[in-house]
């Protein structure tokens, strides 16, 4: 989520780290506190009867932003998904790398998060994985983009929504929380089944753009249940 000009400073090493971050301010006391915390790894998931979630797709990026954490690309309304019979509108893309969540325990080279809210404030992100292999086109197009550390560009020609659809609607499902500070628990995730590839350069040009990695550790997963939810056959 953005970040606001009088926002505590927070990063992703050193003292501000993750491991800090609940120390630097009260308002990021979940991040230590919090019970239902992200990323997982994905792991001990059980089959569910549930409904795949549906995309409803159809503008383009409106601007894009650079706030030193990570890159976003920032979607006016009409963008939506409906998951477990709720709709939630689509308010931007942005990158982590590494990425956050673990899939049985594998590590992946990247994730987008596909940030969603509902008219009452409640999240849903959809996570899409990345592993090194050919480029990928939703990377590059996020990367070409990007504007300076601390800049933000409207967007003439955004990208299309609907490119970041996977073929695949499965996916794991579980209650979890902002990946970054004040780390609101309440979040809906959905990590997409379908497992992407990303380049090395493009690794490299996506962490070059925050100064380093932009991953939070993987969180205990308690006693949540994380759900399985297969594609449409």
């Known amino acids: 989520m953005a970040s606001s000009p009088h926002e505590t400073q927070w990063g992703y090493s050193g003292s501000t780290g993750p491991d800090h971050w609940s120390c630097l301010s009260s308002d990021y006391r979940l991040c230590s506190e919090g019970v239902e915390q992200s990323p997982v ?13 549906g995309f409803h797709y159809e503008g383009v990026a409106a ?5 030193g954490h990570t890159v976003y690309l920032d979607f006016g309304p009409g963008n939506a ?5 709720h709709r939630y509108e689509l308010a931007g893309v ?8 673990l899939l049985d325990g594998e590590s992946f080279a990247a994730e987008l998060h596909l940030v969603h809210q509902d008219d009452a404030g409640s ?20 990367l070409d983009a990007a504007p300076a550390t601390g800049a933000t560009v409207p967007l003439e020609q955004g990208a299309a929504a609907t490119q970041f659809v996977p073929a695949g609607l499965g996916y794991y499902g579980y209650d979890g ?15 997409m089944q379908e497992v992407g590839t990303v380049s090395s350069e ?4 996506l962490q070059a753009l925050t100064g380093g990695p932009n991953n939070r550790p ?3 997963i308690g006693g949540r249940a994380i759900i399985v939810v297969p594609g449409s056959p």
Do not use: K, M
């Open 123 to 142: 999240l849903a992100v959809v996570g899409l994985l990345f592993r090194v292999g050919a480029p990928n086109a939703l990377v590059q197009t996020l």
């Open 63 to 67: 601007q894009a932003r650079n706030n």
């Open 41 to 53: 790894d994905l792991a001990g998931y059980s089959l569910d009867g549930g409904e795949p979630v």
């Open 177 to 191: 929380s902002l990946t970054t500070p004040p780390c609101t628990e309440g979040v809906r995730w959905i990590v």
């Open 202 to 205: 493009q690794v490299e040009r």
């Open 94 to 101: 942005h990158s982590h790398s590494p990425g956050e969540h």
């Open 218 to 220: 993987v969180q205990p």
């Open 81 to 85: 998904i409906v998951a477990g019979g």
